[in-house]
């Protein structure tokens, strides 16, 4: 399987003040590095879900998640291979769109299945949610035209739905 | 019944079966130290916060129960970091309330203000704001809770001012709801199994014992598992006590200052068994080149510990009491199928290293008074249930390596951390958790000028404890290094051995001092404080400053190039 320098984490956290201040410090003090990091509320008003990509060259998943696992408002990780997870990520950009570049810049949003959000007379906002490689070409083709602002959530991330019948896969499981 | 915060947090306390709190009180914990009054709680009124988490550390080391420091906010909360962050590297359980500006004023930048919580969040296992009085009772039970259980640690509870004040119900929660806090005690039946089969096949096998032992009370299991494997034991600066220091397979201590053999064997063992350890810098010395023949057993309650430096071949996580009663067992089942490897000639290899280089120092000296020999005194002029207590550096060094252990929780220290003036109020907290055992702390003049002070506390409070102050006049371990690492260029360690005078200054708080300072008087002026009952002792030793402890794993080297006493040759292996 292809060697991912990063690796996606989805932390159910209690939702109470400072969580996200602990998780971060605990990444600062032991030297591991965050890529991007979403927080947002889930059904159930007492936890947040946190998806948080790590750089694992900074240091060994399994001591990062063990870590974040001691902190005690950590209930849940789930350990999401981007081989067997739907990743998604948005983008917001103002681009420079003069009348000679607009057509090209519309052309390219619906060639990705973008939008445009927002029109003023020289710019254009373009949006695209799509998986995090796409959005990075997406922003890439951009780039020519002259990016005034950029903003990105940060990727958010579900295990994919089973595809065969349980019983049959083979488990793999963690020992202690 | 209706309450304030303040009386909710005390009976809360009593509660949770608190019998002393080491505190001083403050603006913003005012509101608290009202309703203490009509409580049968214990206060010991401290002279530093940094004393106080001090003392509920020592406290702690002894009896096994959480320690408890009660302090205000801003400068007082800042002050007891230190002692949170000793707590935190060596696993005591510490409960420390805080006092915090009201809710109102928080993030104002009022007046003693301080951002407890953000501060300690790093240097405790959990840490809690309470913003309503309702939430006192469940709060602290939780702190206690996460104190105590799994790898213990400390945590705080930082309360605003109003919310002490604030009314509520009192109410008493029968468990604690943390859905995100469930540590592992039981360890995996399969694991247990396979490290079974490991330790049968072992032809040299060692035991590396550390505080997680003492933790979990697990010191007798620890002996029957060495007596029916016949291995050899080391135990940690942690674990000392853990496995009696008199018994056969006693190898002392390893690492950067343990016994040779301790050391040696590690690095020739072909299975290390660790138990309640962490594989900490001071005992590996360069990783790479550690344990190198070596399967690894570790057992641990902390996961995270578990492949965070050395990748073991058996991780099993739960508590070492636990594991470690399953295991025998496993070896029981397993010894009627498979007979254990010969160990007679590992057990010989390692007597005859005990014999070549045994802990040493120049024994001949009568003009000078070596360090070595004030400890090696003590222990030999004092009941067999008599507690140590030390500072960091160099006395540390000498008095793990030459106090005779034989129980837990007999020996306290600064370990991880390296807190120097951890011995003065450890010591105290120590009595005030054991009071009829004799309580002596081994101190360096460099640590006892950190927290002297709180031998006032000691004086007023009537808890005698009893200091050794081995004098050499030195900010020792530093003029070590700088001898061994730095071409004997003396940087800022030289202090005095008459500023400060430590009779004077000792007789000024309240205790008796001496003064020895020849090596024929060490023994009778320990007699003479062994007598003294009714308030604290102070022993200002003045020792050879010259005095280097050995053996010593230079940092950062292969514990392979260890080095040995000069009169022993040049050591290494």
Known sequence: ????????????????????????????????????????????????????????????????????????????????????????????????????????????????????????????????????????????????????????????????????SAKLRSISGKVS | MELTGAQALIKSLEAQGVEVIFGIPGGAILPVYDPLIDSPLRHILVRHEQGAGHMAEGYAHVSGRPGVAMVTSGPAATNIVTALADAYMDSIPMVCITGQVALGSIGTDAFQEADTTGITMSVT?????????????????????????????????????????????WYWPDEVDMPGYKPTVKGHPKMIKQAAKLILEAKKPVIYAGG????????????TLAELISSPVATTLMGRGCFPDEHELAMGMPGMHGTYTAVTAIQKADLLIALGVRFDDRVT??????????????????????????????????????????????????????????????????????????????????????????????????????????????????????????RPNQWVNSGGLGTMGFAIPAAIGAKVANPSAMVWAIDGDGCFQMT???????????????????????????????????????????????????????????????????PDEVAIVIEKANAINDRPVVIDFRTDSSEKVYPMVPSGASNDDIVVDPSQGQGGM
């Open chain 1, 1 to 164: 399987m292809k060697q991912y320098k990063h690796h996606t984490l989805s932390v159910l956290v209690e939702n109470k003040a400072g969580v996200l201040s602990r998780i971060a410090g605990l990444f600062a003090r032991r030297g591991f590095n965050i890529y991007s990091l979403a927080v947002a509320p889930t059904d159930d008003q007492k936890f947040s879900q946190i998806t948080i990509v790590v750089d694992v060259q900074s240091a060994p998943l399994e001591q990062i998640t063990k870590q974040l696992f001691k902190l005690i408002n950590v209930v849940k990780i789930s350990e999401l291979d981007p081989a067997t997870s739907c990743e998604y990520e948005l983008i917001l950009a103002k681009i420079n769109a003069p009348g000679n570049n607009r057509a090209s810049i519309i052309e390219l949003v619906q060639l990705f299945g973008g939008k445009i959000v927002d029109i003023g007379i020289s710019q254009l906002t373009v949006m695209l949610a799509d998986s995090p490689t796409k959005v990075d070409d997406f922003e890439a083709l951009l780039e020519p035209y002259g990016i005034i602002e950029v903003q990105r959530t940060g990727r958010v991330a579900l295990a994919k739905q089973e595809t065969s």
């Open chain 2, 125 to 169: 296992k959990h840490n809690w704001l309470v913003t309503s009085a309702q939430d006192i009772p469940r709060i602290i039970k939780e702190a206690f809770h996460v104190a105590t259980t799994g790898r213990p640690g400390p945590v705080l509870v930082d309360i605003p001012k109003d919310v002490s004040n604030q009314l509520m119900q």
């Open chain 2, 212 to 223: 997680g032992i003492i933790r979990a009370g697990a010191s007798d299991q620890l002996k």
């Open chain 2, 285 to 406: 010395g360069k990783i790479s080149s550690f344990a190198p023949n070596a399967k690894v057993i570790h057992v641990d309650i902390d996961p995270a510990e578990l492949g965070k430096v050395r990748h073991p071949e058996v991780p099993i996580v739960g508590d070492v009491g636990y594991v470690l009663t399953e295991l025998i067992k496993e070896i029981k089942n397993l010894e009627k199928k498979q007979d254990q490897s010969d160990k007679s000639a590992w057990l010989k290899q390692i007597k005859d290293w005990q014999i070549r280089f045994p802990l040493t120092y120049d024994k001949e000296q009568t003009k000078v008074i070596k360090p070595q020999f004030v400890v090696e005194t003590l222990s030999a002029n004092t009941p067999e249930d008599t507690i140590v207590v030390s500072g960091v550096g160099q006395h540390q060094m000498f008095a793990t390596q030459y106090w005779k252990f034989n």
């Open chain 2, 452 to 518: 002297a002070q709180e031998l006032v506390t000691a004086s007023s409070e009537k808890i005698p404890i009893k200091v050794a102050i081995l004098n050499n006049a030195y900010l020792g371990m530093v003029r070590q290094w700088q001898e061994m690492f730095y071409e004997e260029r003396y940087s800022e360690v030289y202090l005095s051995p008459d500023l400060p005078d430590y009779v004077k200054w000792a007789e000024a708080m309240g205790c008796v001092g001496f003064r020895v300072e020849s």
